[in-house]
């Protein structure tokens, strides 16, 4: 049974950083592309970046240049460094596989922005 546990999310000011990690178990994790997805109060569930097994990394546009994802096949973690957060930042963020989502969602992690 495959599990992908969330966590580092909190309460920040405007401009702050948060960095989250998403631990997987299986043996699965290093072959497949890994995203991180938020889903804020009342909206859809989205996708805010995603990487391939090989490295390869791609972004939302409203997140380009202030977020970073990377990963440690070794660990089976997926990170997300998030940097010059702002309000509409604010979310819970989860991590499944890329493109299709078909693990179980974890709890996610709450990410809140606000000063």
């Known amino acids: 049974h495959v599990q992908l546990v969330e966590s580092g999310g909190g309460l920040v000011q405007p401009g702050g950083s948060l960095r989250l990690s998403c631990a997987a178990s299986?043996?699965?994790?290093?072959?497949?592309?890994m995203g991180w997805y938020r889903q804020a109060p009342g909206k859809e569930r989205e996708l805010v970046a995603y990487?391939?097994?090989?490295?390869?990394?791609n972004y939302a546009d409203d997140v380009k240049g202030r977020f970073t994802i990377s990963r440690d096949n070794a660990k089976n973690t997926v990170y997300l460094q998030m940097n010059s957060l702002k309000p509409e930042d604010t979310a819970v963020y989860y991590c499944?596989?890329?493109?299709?989502?078909?693990?179980?969602w974890g709890q996610g992690t709450q990410v809140t922005v606000s000063s």
């Open positions: 990487i391939t097994s090989s490295g390869r990394t």
């Open positions: 499944n596989t890329y493109p299709q989502a078909f693990l179980s």
């Open positions: 299986g043996s699965f994790f290093s072959i497949n592309a």
